[in-house]
């Protein structure tokens, strides 16, 4: 038997584009025990391009003057080969940015060219049960096109992020009805970490007075669950930027810890979250894209929650932003064929 006070060994995980902004905020959270326990130490392996190694070893430097104890080692590289090496988790956070004057085909070509270098590094270097989180925009094609360049992988361990969408939609809900956040759970976000994306707090819950009860019950208004909080969540990046005059990085560094740790430690009983996963065409979905799901996770495996009631609006919604998924899937099969 393990002695109680025997840590366990580290386990290797690889921030991409840690020398920007989400990864400033990332690595410190993932360093300190927020996605894999207070008892799991962790070496970090940092990628990102050549230009970007002086920056880097700033955020090296910092790293140490954390004195974080879990954090057992620290490898700051522009060489996928080094940066993939037995990693257990990856955080795909560095892509293309959309530039002036840049046609999407242009942006998804570059990410294209990334997500296929970094699958196939994947599928070379990391270990065979390694969890992939892909935050870089746009980050459900990234996540599929990364995926196939990975075949030595199961297609389940590619995953996209819109846990950010979820704890928006969460925290409005939480301050229309004047409730803390943690009361509020299993809002669910369909689709296509885009605008097209589909928040739905038809199957949500609040605890209210110790009383668990439906949103729409507590909120008693349709029409604004329909309208004006689908807007304003799909907005929230956009409303952001206008403040900050930066995207946001805090909240979308402290989403990928909370979709990371609970596909490691598993979602509570009740609980469900949402995660871009590979469709199998559950409810309308196209089939072989990222589509985000409500899931539950057990034993590090996800499950695509079954037999909710969808009605025409949602439907209609749902065919929207899977369309769209499609049409993206078309453009970047296309651009690695070319
Ligand atoms: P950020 O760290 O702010 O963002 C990184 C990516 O996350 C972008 O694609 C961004 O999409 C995406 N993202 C997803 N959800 C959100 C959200 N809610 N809010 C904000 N961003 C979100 O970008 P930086 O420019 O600061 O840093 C990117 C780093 O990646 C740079 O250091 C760059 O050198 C690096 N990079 C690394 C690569 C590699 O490791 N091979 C390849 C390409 C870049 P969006 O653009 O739509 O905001």
């Known amino acids: 038997m393990k002695s109680s006070h025997l840590k366990p060994e580290p386990i290797r995980v690889?921030?991409?584009?840690?020398a920007g902004q989400i990864a400033y905020s990332l690595l410190y959270m993932v360093?300190?025990?927020d996605v894999f326990g207070p008892n799991q130490p962790v070496i970090l392996h940092l990628l990102d391009i050549p230009p970007m190694m002086p920056v880097l070893e700033g955020v090296v430097m910092e790293l140490a003057d954390c004195a974080i104890p879990l954090l057992r080692g620290v490898v700051p590289t522009a060489d996928v080969a080094v940066a993939f090496k037995d990693v257990s988790a990856a955080f795909l956070v560095g892509a293309m940015p959309r530039k002036e004057g840049m046609e999407r085909k242009d942006?998804?070509?570059?990410?294209?060219?990334?997500f296929k270098e970094q699958g196939s590094a994947l599928d070379r270097y990391a270990k065979?049960?390694?969890?992939?989180?892909?935050?870089?925009?746009?980050?459900?094609?990234?996540?599929?096109?990364?995926?196939?360049y990975a075949p030595s992988i199961p297609k389940e361990n590619f995953t996209a992020m819109t846990r950010l969408d979820q704890n928006r939609a969460?925290?409005?809900?939480?301050?229309?009805?004047?409730?803390?956040?943690g009361e509020v759970s299993n809002v669910i976000i369909w689709g296509n970490h885009s605008s097209t994306q589909f928040p739905d707090a038809s199957h949500a819950l609040v605890n209210i007075n110790g009383k668990q009860i439906a949103v729409p019950d507590a909120i008693k208004d349709d029409n604004w669950l329909r309208s004006m909080f689908v807007e304003i969540v799909q907005k929230r990046g956009a409303t952001v930027i206008a403040a900050r005059k930066m995207s946001s990085?805090?909240?979308?560094?402290?989403?990928?810890?909370?979709?990371?740790?609970?596909?490691?430690?598993?979602?509570?009983p009740g609980a469900v979250v949402s995660m871009g996963v590979i469709s199998d065409g559950s409810y309308g979905a196209p089939k072989d894209v990222?589509?985000?799901?409500?899931?539950?996770?057990k034993d590090g495996k996800w499950r695509i929650v079954e037999g909710l009631v969808i009605d025409d609006f949602a439907k209609e919604k749902l065919a929207l932003t899977g369309a769209e998924l499609e049409e993206e899937k078309r453009e970047a099969v296309a651009i690695t064929q070319a």
């Open 107 to 114: 942006l998804l070509s570059a990410n294209v060219k990334i």
């Open 170 to 181: 969460q925290a409005q809900i939480s301050s229309r009805l004047g409730v803390p956040v």
């Open 31 to 33: 360093a300190k025990g």
């Open 290 to 297: 990222v589509f985000s799901f409500p899931v539950t996770i």
């Open 249 to 268: 990085a805090l909240s979308a560094a402290k989403a990928a810890t909370d979709h990371m740790r609970d596909w490691f430690a598993g979602t509570a």
């Open 14 to 18: 690889v921030v991409t584009g840690a």
């Open 128 to 148: 065979k049960d390694v969890k992939v989180l892909v935050v870089g925009n746009p980050a459900n094609t990234n996540a599929l096109i990364c995926s196939k």
